[in-house]
């Protein structure tokens, strides 16, 4: 596939002339968020919501007031304000069965930032979004009712994961303003729209993983179950009959929940058997006991990954070891259409947090910025799966406070940084990082090469269910190997994309290459019901993503759909 692509490019250079440059991966500037991009979730095919804390941002709400959340148009590159209630400081989200949008709890916002924000305690916080269908977000707000419709703990950095029936299920968090440690944790689970008669179940789990244990990294297994990992534990929890299972700890001393952030993705999932794998990478081999003021930015983050296979043979053969190029906090992955996971960003030492341990640089607890990303292959060998090559290097540090999201058409945006206590610029040659207001799109080299171009995609599929999209190949590229994928782009916050996920489907291309008849997930637990984009690769180029309803589309909790396998 490769040679294939440096041949194409090859024509193109002699058909060009020399100045044309070959397809490559680049980073590319896309304008100013308005806000810091804190916190990014893809609301629609041109939209993106960006949260940030109430505080001193520079873009403003129609009655003059700070806006602390924005809506970012991909086809403009800029940011309009949306006006919030509650401060969404260090929220999480995620998408609904129905596909409205919720941002989850929040913070108390600080009185030197009252002034310009007005904004509620938003701990509690229920924020929601559309569904929204102007290109342009035009007439669509996020709609709070703090007295009616709020959590019912106190959560700062919790987690929020879709589930098989198309609620949310909230987990764990802080009540009050902690500095580094979780000193307060909210050792519960909830979910919206709420179960158990609204009350909180309480966990033993995060019980254990406190104080390392902010913005637990959660995934829906295929079977409905809920992979759970915090500082070095993991466990499956089953929702439905409330007990959890215990898995062994990650090895060598490897944490990775905040503030010793790494980050955690689930694998691929591939018909016929959906096989369940993890993978957590990064953050920091300290002891969890390690005073605050013993820490330092400049201790080195871990450049372990750590892969799971969660069947009991998997379990049974435990955690397999790869390392990274080089250590990295705050590390992110992103499940990239073709099945490979880009990781990128993050500080090469030092901790989440800012201006609470004993030496910082500048407010920022971690130091020295990754600039370039990974390609990470998993059906390579270990060994072979990490590289570096062709990727490029950005010039823009990523760092605490930041997001990245995959997008729907198929490059990755960047945005967001800011390990101050509000919109900060350092001056030139000052120790520390500014706010980050430069939006920035990693594009793969096919975002400049003829792609497979989809048509006449139903807006909204069903499961176990066949159907047929058009598809215009590109010429000269051999369909073998091709590749449907449906996704969620996830929830980007804190070196963590809740509900990310990339199921594969099967598909049969017509004899005359310009259909293809795909058969969706059998069933609600393998893609929880919501709305995903569906992605064909073929070679090197990725088609733009599609958006479809999963499901029925109907407001959760959701009953079983499809076949069990
Ligand atoms: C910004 O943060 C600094 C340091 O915490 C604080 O003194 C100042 O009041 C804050 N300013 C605003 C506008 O929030
Ligand atoms: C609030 O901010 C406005 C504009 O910055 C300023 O004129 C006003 O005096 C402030 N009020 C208080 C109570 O700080
Ligand atoms: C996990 O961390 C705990 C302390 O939080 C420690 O007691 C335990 O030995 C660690 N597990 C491994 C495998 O290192
Ligand atoms: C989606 O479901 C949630 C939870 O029931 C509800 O609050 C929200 O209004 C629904 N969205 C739409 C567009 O109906």
């Known amino acids: 596939m490769l040679r294939l692509g440096s041949l194409l490019a090859l024509a193109y250079l002699f058909t060009q002339g020399t100045t044309a440059p070959a ?79 919720v941002s989850v709890g929040g913070n108390i916002p600080a009185p030197a930032d009252l002034n310009q924000t007005a904004a509620s305690d938003g701990r509690m916080g229920l924020r929601m979004f559309g569904p929204c269908t102007d290109v342009n977000g035009v007439g669509c707000t996020i709609f709070e009712d703090l007295d009616n419709i709020h959590l019912v703990e106190t959560r700062w950095y919790p987690s929020s994961l879709r589930i098989f029936d198309g609620s949310l299920m909230v987990v764990g968090g802080v009540h009050a303003g902690v500095p580094f440690y979780n000193v307060h944790p909210v050792n519960s689970f909830e979910f919206f729209p709420s179960k158990d008669n609204g009350v909180p179940r309480q966990s033993p789990f995060l019980q254990r993983t406190a104080p390392v244990n902010l913005f637990p990294r959660v ?59 993890v993978l957590a990478c990064g953050g920091s081999t300290k002891s969890d006991t390690t005073p605050v003021a013993d820490l330092s930015s400049q201790d080195p983050a871990t450049s372990q990954c750590a892969r799971l296979t969660l069947t009991p043979a998997g379990i049974a053969r435990g955690w397999e070891v790869e390392h990274m190029p080089q250590g990295r906090m705050m590390p992110e992955m992103i499940l990239m259409p073709n099945g490979q996971i880009l990781i990128i960003n993050g500080g090469a030492s030092g901790y989440a947090a800012l201006n609470s341990i004993g030496t910082t640089t500048g407010g920022s607890n971690a130091d020295h910025p990754v600039l370039t990303p990974i390609l990470y292959s998993p059906d390579a060998a270990v060994g072979r799966r990490m590289s570096q ?44 990082f500014s706010s980050e207001f430069r939006v920035e799109t990693l594009d793969p080299p096919f975002m400049s090469m003829a792609r497979p171009v989809l048509s006449n995609v139903p807006s909204k599929i069903l499961f176990n269910q066949r159907f047929t999209i058009d598809v215009n190949m590109p010429a000269g590229v051999s369909p073998v190997g091709l590749k449907v994928a449906l996704m969620d782009l996830g929830f980007s916050s804190h070196a963590f994309h809740s509900s990310t996920r990339l199921v594969f489907m099967d598909a049969v291309l017509s004899p005359n290459g310009r259909s293809l008849t795909i058969l969706s997930p059998p069933n609600n637990r393998v893609y929880p019901p919501g709305p995903g984009y569906i992605f064909v690769t073929v070679g090197d180029r990725t088609s733009v993503g599609a958006h479809v309803m999963v499901g029925s ?9 499809g076949i069990f396998i």
């Open 23 to 101: 397809p490559a991966w680049q980073f590319v500037e896309k304008g100013n968020s308005g806000i810091v991009a804190l916190e990014a979730i893809v609301v629609s095919p041109s939209l993106v919501v960006f949260f940030d804390r109430a505080t001193n941002d520079p873009l403003k709400t129609a009655d003059g007031r700070t806006a602390w959340g924005a809506l970012w148009n991909l086809e403009t590159n800029q940011a309009t304000p949306l006006k919030l209630v509650s401060d969404s400081f260090c929220a999480s989200g995620s998408l609904l069965s129905n596909g409205t949008m």
């Open 219 to 277: 995934f829906a297994l295929p079977d409905g179950k809920i992979f759970m990992l915090a500082n070095n534990q993991s466990i499956i929890y089953d929702i439905e009959t409330n007990k959890e299972t215990i898995l062994p700890d990650l090895p060598n001393g490897q944490r990775v929940s905040n503030p010793f952030d790494g980050t955690l993705t689930m694998l691929p999932l591939s018909p016929p058997l959906y096989v369940p794998e």
């Open 389 to 432: 090559d062709g990727l490029p290097t950005s010039n823009i540090p990523r760092l605490y406070h930041s997001t990245v999201t995959l997008l729907p058409q198929g490059n990755i945006l960047l945005a967001g940084s800011n390990p101050n206590p509000n919109v900060t610029i350092i001056p030139a040659g000052q120790p520390g």
């Open 553 to 561: 589309g109907a407001n959760p909790p959701v009953a079983n759909q």
